[in-house]
């Protein structure tokens, strides 16, 4: 009885009730914690000084200064805090990897992928403009906190040829804004840009590269933004105590211009450094080696031309260790490059001195083995004498003869005779006769040119051989350095 009558006094409509009160519960809770979040919005912004809460008042970040009074100025100026890598690796045109790019203002464009050498280096760009609405009373500047330029108008500048670029931060995004009393703003970024550099590698390793650092405006045109380097050369500061490992700062200098663009002109800053690559690395590495195998090369020449295990040993090792010192020194280099660069010359030299060492002892062995005995040559010198007396028999009359009619018509019966018995056969034509005087003269040419040829003692190619290859690879070895150094 007793449980009947409490279920008569909670019927199953009130069951639904106490979710119901959970539920709102839930709500209120949370309009209590939007009303507190609001109120800790308020009290930030009240943190603020008031001289800020007046310039932000009104500000509209997403229009430029001076919006209908002509371009606002950018005065821009770099500190160059380190030149990490300068690369010649990545120079592989890869002709059949193509990517779909955007310009400004065009539609997608289908572009193929040329990857050039590049340098990664670390700066701190800094921006100066003036912004009219920024302007306030007293004679101190405002350092306001980096995380504030999202609430300010900046210029859309960007670096034309980077590859790959980050902005710093650690412990927090490496920015600073400056406000000075009359609107200027002072706008600063620590980036490590990778930027590419078309170097020409044709005088490698004495070559001296020209590299850019460009600066653009990527939205506004010079209508809108108009760039300028701060103290013109002098913007650019830093360089002077940088170290790199390969090359020397010979020079730099700053210059202004315009990017020409199918949507308008925008204004571009152009920063240009003069790199000299350093020899003495390449000396020791490539050139001494490869000059001491050619030198290498040159002691079967004092070896004795019997000494066949000799001779064949040094000749094959020195072409075998000179063709892995040239194969070692491309691989510092791009592997599709299409043009022959000044250490490629210079083994090329040294491979064709050692190649042709061991061609000589090839010539030189060839001779000892066949050397002509001197019975041989009596006999052929002595069979191209008869040769030459019977040909001049037929042909001598008959110069005779000619010249007998020339003399006098009166005798051209006698001259007829003549001929009849002193010609050739009937057989042999004139043709004939004059082909054989042509053979004669080759084959006395010939005979001339093998004696000249004729090496009476082999042993004489291995003393010429001593002279002659120095000789040929100081001269060579002058002529080379004066041209790629001076020209």
Known sequence: MERKIIAARNPPEMSFQKP???????????????????????????????????????????????????????GMSLD????????????????????FVYERGSSPSLLLSVYLQDYTATIFLRQRWTDERLCFKGNKSLSLDGRLVELLWVPDTFIVDSKRSFLHD???????????????????????????????????????QTCTLQLESWGYNVNDVMFYWTRGNESVSGLDTLQLAQYTLEDYYTSESEAVYETGNYPKLIFHFKL????????????????????????????????????????????LTMTTLMMGARTSLPNANCFIKAIDVY?????????????????????????????????FGQEMLDWEEEINGNVAPMERCSTTIKRSELLTSNCRVQEQRTAPPSGISRKTQDGCVWCWSLLRRAQHFMKCCHVENPHYIDNYS??????SFIIINLLYWIYYLYF
């Open 20 to 74: 119901r009160g959970v539920v709102l519960y839930i709500l209120i809770i949370s309009r209590m914690m939007e009303d507190f979040i609001c109120s800790a919005e308020v009290k930030e912004g009240e943190i603020l000084p008031p001289t800020i809460q007046k310039l932000m008042k009104g500000y509209n970040k997403y229009l430029r200064p001076f919006f209908d009074n002509g371009p606002v100025t950018v």
């Open 80 to 99: 160059i805090a380190s030149i990490d890598t300068i690369s010649e690796i990545n120079m592989v045109s890869q002709h059949c990897l193509c990517m």
């Open 170 to 208: 650690i412990t927090v995004e490496n920015r600073l804004i400056r406000i000075f009393p009359n609107g200027t703003v002072l706008y600063a970024l620590r980036i490590t840009t990778t930027v590419a550099c078309n170097m020409d590698l044709t005088k490698y390793p004495m070559d001296k």
């Open 276 to 319: 000299k690559r350093s020899i003495l690395y390449f000396i020791l590495e490539t050139y001494v080696p490869s000059s001491a195998l050619v030198v290498l090369s040159w002691v079967s020449f004092w070896i004795s031309l019997s000494s066949v295990p000799a001779r064949i040993c040094i000749g094959v090792t020195t072409v």
């Open 347 to 379: 083994l090329g030299i040294c491979f064709s001195f050692i190649f042709g060492a061991l061609i000589e002892y090839a010539v030189a062995h060839f001779c000892t083995l066949h050397q002509p005995s001197s019975t041989g040559a009596v006999a």
């Open 466 to 471: 001593r002279m002659s290859f120095p000789l």
